[in-house]
């Protein structure tokens, strides 16, 4: 019999309580991009978190939306509800701040899937009074069965680590599924784009919309031990192109300073950055151009 603990945990949670943010807190490292936007999460993403003889492997999902109008919304619904497959256990994250309708939602899904659950309540930095936190927990708690109720602040770190080592604590007894040195299934290219999409999203402004998408049309280990990364930025609109660019190219020359640094902490190697900006129109509308980008989860 094996001595090894291993196992799935989804967090799940309206878009924006942080759950991408709490994933990276537990992993140390940037697997997940995070931004005061919604639906700054696409795809679906795995951490993978070994310490000794356990592995838990986190799967981050985008937020469940109810307007599937678009493709682009029907496809990260799809990605949403198959992490509930075969986990054995949901982190359902919600605001110690606010409880929305859409919370709610995500909570009957999680009472239908019957898994165990624990409560994580989020962004507790934000709760002014500790006598209004106890009370909003004691409230959530009663909502549903959970296992454990956890008040958390991802942003300061604060309890995630308790969360961690809980979580490594009631792994069930299983092989790992991955090599221990891996933190995520996806490819080096992949995390290059969702990289580059952080920066976007963080750096222009709310008229730009989420639909705006990265390829990488290069990736290469040049001679001198430098990678050289060329990203495409696909937008919708031409009148979409300067809010990119920025004044002077005020805005690309941030966007890509900053996805270099980050792309340097998270491949250990020296990046050498170029980014172009392209008109791409109607492709959240068209499923077939979203496939060939990548989106077939
Ligand atoms: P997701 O959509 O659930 O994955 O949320 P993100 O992880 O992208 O976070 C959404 C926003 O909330 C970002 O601007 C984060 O910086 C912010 N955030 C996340 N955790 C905390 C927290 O503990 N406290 C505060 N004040 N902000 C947080
Ligand atoms: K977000
Ligand atoms: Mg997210």
Request: glycine share 6%.
């Amino acid at each position: 019999m094996t001595e090894n603990h291993c196992g799935m945990v989804a967090i799940v949670g309206r878009p924006n309580v942080g759950k991408s943010t709490i994933l990276n807190r537990i992993l140390g490292q940037k697997v997940s991009i995070t931004s005061r936007k919604p639906q700054t999460t696409r795809h679906r993403i795995i951490g993978i978190d070994t310490q000794d003889n356990r592995q838990a492997i986190y799967v981050d999902t985008p937020g469940l939306h109810k307007e599937e109008k678009r493709a682009i919304n029907r496809f990260m619904n799809r990605a949403a509800s198959s992490s509930l497959g075969d986990v054995f256990l949901v982190l359902f994250v919600v605001e110690g701040t606010r409880w929305q309708a859409d919370d709610e939602l995500v909570l009957e899904k999680i009472k239908a899937s019957g898994l165990p659950c624990w409560l994580v309540v989020n962004k507790v930095d934000k709760v002014d009074e500790q006598g209004d936190l106890m009370d909003t927990l004691s409230r959530l708690s009663r909502l549903h069965d959970f296992d454990q109720v956890l008040p958390v602040s991802a942003k300061q770190g604060k309890q995630i680590e308790r969360l961690r080592q809980l979580i490594l604590s009631k792994l069930p007894f299983s092989e790992f599924y991955f090599p221990e040195d891996y933190i995520t299934d996806r490819s080096s290219r992949f995390m290059a784009s969702e990289i580059i999409r952080e920066k976007l999203m963080r750096f222009t402004g709310d008229e730009l919309p989420y639909s705006i998408t990265v390829e990488i049309e290069q990736f290469k280990l040049e001679s001198n031990g430098v990678y050289h990364i060329n990203g495409l930025i696909l937008v919708e609109r031409s009148s979409q192109k300067p809010m990119v660019i920025g004044k002077n190219g005020s805005h690309i020359k941030t966007i890509g300073a900053e996805a270099r640094k980050d792309m340097e902490d998270l491949f250990d190697n020296k990046v050498f950055l170029e980014l172009w900006v392209k008109v791409k129109s109607g492709w959240a509308d068209d499923e077939r151009a979203l496939r060939s980008l990548g989106y077939d989860e």
